[in-house]
């Protein structure tokens, strides 16, 4: 069986080779952590941001959506806190002239430990089969128990370290448990220094010179800034929310595992303001309704889980991650916190404007609570293709690679094709093509044996092959194949329609997410 890390440098090429994702100014070699989406990749993202976005503003008649601008006014970045605090802990190896994350390079040297305890544990579950006890066998083997000890003592002084912002500690945890340069294999470090990932350019030109401004690094600002704005005018009340998919861009120093962490990407956010004392009732809201969200696309209920954070920001009562068990693992694929006051009373405090609400109900001005959820684009689109990246083996010894998308998401709903080039097969499945594309993305291919049209509508994930052959003509029935089952039924023409509105109609997925 191929390794994980073999199906995910299949699934990166495939993106590749069927107009996914390809690697952003290729012909120049590329740019580091940052992707450009072909023609089925658009297709997919669009859909899973018309996915979110409905789930938002269709289902919820209080929340709506903005479209901020990436450029704000650099103030947003102080009062968010993203001037002093947006930063990473940088190390350089001397020998290779390589830059690394000081905290990544001791989270990897902690899940070494982590995955040798986990095999000795597996060895050993073998041996003593159903009468194996975990806990037992670390605190007793000899040699796990040493594994376990060395792996809490790197962890404890780690979360201190980092905790107490100690960037000598940081150092010196490297010093101590010589972690070396993966490129040059030498202790050769510099020391650890602060770095801001924020990208920064110049607007205009005056002569007093010109302003310094940032790519925004989260969208989430945007609406903060624009919270009296929409309620005002909206006339919202408490609670309610404000919703936006935009670009986001960050200057990942560790940047890998392909589209998982760029450096431009793109959220999709929603803060929803509360009265302040109701805001875990709706943290505990949004959490099931965003996990109910992901689930409903039916991609394995058992890939998904809550990670609760333990250490919160200083500004946050509550935070999970939603994690997807990728090709590398579980990874956040989404956030949910509960932000407090914190944003809207920095930027009252640093723009000096009032921005409180006042409740007509309880007859009271106050600085609302909020919820956030923000998720990346790009990691749902891993998440999706991981799941979705399928390699079978065929009766008769033939294989293929199959997009297993949720129909909703795919690319291209269904493909039509004329089994021979003539006798008017081209003409009645272009009309059947024209009959479709008012709803649905179709494509049409004529090029080819059938079987080699089936394949390459596999590995692009469409739902639906329609084939027009001969007796069409004469009794107005089509073969339709679907992609999962590879089974074909013959079905008249006039119940295309039908067949494929009910497969790829969102609004079966939002029943899910509202009757569960
Ligand atoms: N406003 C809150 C916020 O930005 P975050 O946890 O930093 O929180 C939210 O980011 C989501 O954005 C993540 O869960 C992830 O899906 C996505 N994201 C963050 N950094 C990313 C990156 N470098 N590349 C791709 N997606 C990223």
Request: proline share 0%; hydrophobic share 20%.
């Given at each position: 069986m191929a390794s994980q890390e073999d199906v995910f440098k299949k699934l990166v090429s495939h993106c590749k080779e069927y107009g996914f994702v390809f690697p952003s100014s290729e012909i120049y070699d590329g740019l580091a952590a940052v992707y450009d989406y072909g023609q089925n990749g658009v297709e997919l993202k669009n859909n899973i941001k018309k996915y979110w976005w409905d789930s938002m503003v269709l289902l919820h008649e209080n929340v709506v959506g903005i479209d901020a601008a990436i450029f704000m006014h650099p103030t947003t970045w102080k009062a968010s806190g993203h001037v002093d605090a947006f930063n990473d802990p940088l190390i350089d190896n001397k020998d290779s002239k390589k830059r690394y994350r000081a905290d990544v390079l001791i989270e990897d040297l902690i899940a070494k430990y982590d995955e040798k305890i986990d095999k000795e544990c597996e060895k050993a579950a073998k041996k003593f089969?159903?009468?194996?006890?975990r806990e037992m066998f670390c605190a007793t083997n000899g040699r796990v128990k040493e594994y376990v000890e060395k792996r809490d003592a790197i962890h404890s002084r780690f979360v201190n370290a980092m905790e107490a912002n100690d960037l000598a500690e940081l150092k010196q945890i490297i010093v101590d448990n010589e972690i070396v340069c993966p490129i040059s294999g030498t202790k050769n470090w510099t020391d650890v220094r602060q770095f801001n990932l924020m990208f920064s350019t110049e607007m205009g030109s005056t002569a007093d010179g010109a302003m310094k401004v940032y790519l925004r690094p989260e969208t989430a600002q945007g609406i903060f800034v624009n919270f009296l704005n929409v309620q005002k005018t909206g006339r919202l009340k408490v609670p309610f929310g404000i919703c936006q998919i935009g670009k986001a861009f960050r200057n990942e120093i560790v940047a890998r595992q392909f589209i998982f962490r760029m450096r431009e990407f793109e959220q999709m956010e929603m803060q929803f303001f509360v009265r302040p004392g109701e805001e875990l009732k709706w943290f505990e809201h949004w959490k099931q309704f965003r996990l109910r969200w992901h689930k409903a696309l039916g991609l394995g209920d058992e890939k998904y889980r809550f990670h609760d954070h333990e250490k919160l920001a200083h500004y946050a009562n509550a935070a999970t991650d939603i994690e997807f068990q990728m090709p590398f693992g579980f990874k956040e694929v989404e956030g949910i916190h509960s932000r407090t006051d914190f944003d809207l009373s920095s930027h009252e405090k640093y723009s000096g404007k009032n921005i409180k609400y006042f409740d007509p109900e309880i007859n009271q001005s106050y600085t609302p609570y909020v919820i956030e959820t923000s998720i990346g684009v790009d990691r749902m689109f891993l998440s999706i293709m991981s799941a979705a990246y399928c390699e079978e083996q065929l009766e008769g010894g033939d294989s293929r690679v199959v997009l297993k998308l949720p129909p909703v998401l795919a690319p291209i709903k269904a493909c039509v094709m004329p089994l021979v080039k003539k006798d008017g097969l081209p003409e009645k499945a272009r009309e059947i093509l024209n009959s479709l594309k008012f709803d649905f993305k179709c494509s049409y291919d004529e090029k080819d044996s059938i079987g080699k049209r089936y394949r390459r509508q596999d590995a692009i994930g469409t739902p639906f092959c329609i084939t027009v052959d001969h007796q069409t003509i004469e009794d107005n029935c089509v073969t339709i194949r679907y992609r999962d089952t590879m089974l074909q039924e013959r079905v008249e023409i006039d119940k295309l329609h039908s067949i494929i509105a009910d497969a790829v109609n969102m609004k079966n997925l939002f029943k899910k997410i509202v009757n569960q």
């Open positions: 089969g159903d009468s194996f006890d």
